[in-house]
């Protein structure tokens, strides 16, 4: 049974940092691609970041590009989300997320995953 818990979200000031993890369990990590979306409050779920299982290759939203870095740690079943100079727009819901998937080979594959966490919520607030 495939398991994702997110958690470091919090209240941050803009241009602050926080360092949100997602702990799996149940899956093999380095089979898996791993995702991270966002929910602000009245939108939609956004696609943020994304990560291969085996080749580890990154992938950013434009407006996460440069400020984001995913990572993943296949021995702790951990990945990462560092989020650096953050705005108020960042703020919301991140939800972390997994499919099975050796390499990312375009993009769009990182847009549909096939197993969820609950989320971690990100306040961006002076």
């Known amino acids: 049974q495939v398991q994702l818990v997110e958690s470091g979200g919090g209240l941050v000031q803009p241009g602050g940092s926080l360092r949100l993890s997602c702990a799996t369990s149940?899956?093999?990590?380095?089979?898996?691609?791993m995702g991270w979306f966002r929910q602000a409050p009245g939108k939609e779920r956004e696609w943020v970041s994304c990560?291969?299982?085996?080749?580890?290759?990154?992938y950013y939203s434009d407006s996460v590009k440069g400020r984001f870095t995913v990572s993943r740690d296949n021995v702790k079943n951990t990945v990462y989300l560092q989020m650096n100079s953050l705005k108020s727009e960042d703020k919301g819901v991140y939800y972390c997320a997994a499919k099975p998937l050796w390499t990312v080979r375009n993009v769009a594959e990182c847009y549909t995953m096939n197993y969820w966490g609950k989320g971690t919520l990100v306040t961006v607030s002076a």
């Open positions: 990560i291969s299982g085996g080749d580890r290759k990154t």
């Open positions: 149940g899956v093999t990590l380095e089979y898996y691609a």
